[in-house]
């Protein structure tokens, strides 16, 4: 993500230069906005301050270029706070607070207790629809009526390569995703319920698998729970002419869930054709694979 070039202490702004640049900010010129956000991106962060009351102002085009560069800022402190999280965490790092730190890194905005306080109430009532210690095929046939049917999620087939299809929060808000996400979303309501559901890393494919001591099922989330058996991913592999190697059936740790999700981004950002998001991506990447 771009960053500031210019040291905060020597472009610091007194009132009069503050309320110049604000006036500025309603310019219809564009040369002249881009001049006063350049100031701006050169004070630093702490410009969000005296910049924030503008969101609420009166003249749209100044409250929409507050809010942009109050944006900006936002997402470089997410940027900073995903990449921390990556480095400074394991194997086995929390994947729920993985996931909401890198839905802020593009959705700054959003309300992450909120929202998982949304899949508290999901899991709240799965548990009201799941027989304790019910037959897997029993167990998974409520959890997927109540995801796929009561709830409405859905593979996105028509926008495949869409962005938001990797951000748990546009999941949640739009009822669809890609594979992994939606499987994420899955392994995140089985978490909250102690079942024992893990992440599965097919190539070409994401799955959940639902394992207990004498049963194993696999779940295709993309396709509304579809559940199959471990010759069912075999015969996936061999379809796909993929080697048959025992790692593609085999539990992924929640870091590699993460840099899968990663890696599906950088790839739409390079297709879309938008290079700062690449860039971004290629050090999450970096950070996640030490």
């Given at each position: 993500m771009e960053t500031a070039t210019a040291n905060t202490?020597?472009?610091?702004?007194?009132?009069?230069q503050r309320a110049?640049?604000?006036n500025l900010l309603g310019d219809e010129d564009p040369s002249v906005y881009e001049a006063v956000r350049e100031r701006i991106l050169a004070v630093g962060a702490s410009s969000r301050e005296w910049l924030r009351p503008f969101m609420l102002s009166r003249d749209?085009?100044?409250?929409?270029?507050a809010t942009e560069i109050i944006r900006f800022f936002d997402r470089q402190s997410a940027d900073n706070r995903f990449l921390a999280f990556c480095l400074q965490h394991g194997e086995n790092l929390d994947l729920e607070s993985g996931a909401w730190l890198l839905a802020?890194?593009?959705?700054p905005e959003i309300n992450v207790e909120a929202y998982a306080a949304l899949l508290d109430s999901f899991a709240g009532e799965l548990q009201?629809?799941?027989?304790?210690?019910?037959?897997?095929?029993?167990l998974l046939t409520h959890f997927n009526g109540y995801l796929f049917g009561h709830l409405g999620f859905a593979g996105n087939e028509k926008n495949f390569y869409d962005p938001d299809n990797s951000y748990l929060n546009c999941v949640l808000d739009r009822r669809t995703g890609n594979p992994i996400n939606?499987?994420?979303?899955?392994?995140?309501?089985?978490?909250?319920?102690?079942?024992?559901?893990s992440g599965i890393g097919l190539p070409g494919h994401f799955l959940c698998r639902y394992q207990s001591a004498s049963e194993e099922l696999f779940i295709d989330a993309f396709n509304r729970g579809k559940v199959m058996t471990k010759a069912d991913c075999i015969h996936y592999l061999v379809?796909?002419?993929?080697?048959?190697?025992?790692?593609?059936?085999?539990?992924?740790?929640p870091r590699r869930?993460?840099?899968r999700i990663c890696g599906n981004l950088h790839q739409i950002y390079s297709r879309l054709g938008h290079p700062e998001a690449v860039t971004r991506f290629q050090r999450y990447l970096v950070a996640l694979g030490r």
């Amino acid at each position: 993500m771009e960053t500031a070039t210019a040291n905060t202490a020597s472009t610091a702004l007194n009132i009069n230069q503050r309320a110049a640049l604000i006036n500025l900010l309603g310019d219809e010129d564009p040369s002249v906005y881009e001049a006063v956000r350049e100031r701006i991106l050169a004070v630093g962060a702490s410009s969000r301050e005296w910049l924030r009351p503008f969101m609420l102002s009166r003249d749209p085009l100044r409250r929409r270029r507050a809010t942009e560069i109050i944006r900006f800022f936002d997402r470089q402190s997410a940027d900073n706070r995903f990449l921390a999280f990556c480095l400074q965490h394991g194997e086995n790092l929390d994947l729920e607070s993985g996931a909401w730190l890198l839905a802020q890194t593009q959705y700054p905005e959003i309300n992450v207790e909120a929202y998982a306080a949304l899949l508290d109430s999901f899991a709240g009532e799965l548990q009201q629809r799941i027989v304790p210690h019910a037959r897997a095929h029993s167990l998974l046939t409520h959890f997927n009526g109540y995801l796929f049917g009561h709830l409405g999620f859905a593979g996105n087939e028509k926008n495949f390569y869409d962005p938001d299809n990797s951000y748990l929060n546009c999941v949640l808000d739009r009822r669809t995703g890609n594979p992994i996400n939606l499987c994420l979303l899955y392994l995140l309501l089985a978490r909250r319920l102690r079942l024992p559901v893990s992440g599965i890393g097919l190539p070409g494919h994401f799955l959940c698998r639902y394992q207990s001591a004498s049963e194993e099922l696999f779940i295709d989330a993309f396709n509304r729970g579809k559940v199959m058996t471990k010759a069912d991913c075999i015969h996936y592999l061999v379809r796909g002419n993929y080697d048959l190697r025992e790692e593609y059936l085999s539990p992924v740790s929640p870091r590699r869930i993460l840099t899968r999700i990663c890696g599906n981004l950088h790839q739409i950002y390079s297709r879309l054709g938008h290079p700062e998001a690449v860039t971004r991506f290629q050090r999450y990447l970096v950070a996640l694979g030490r």
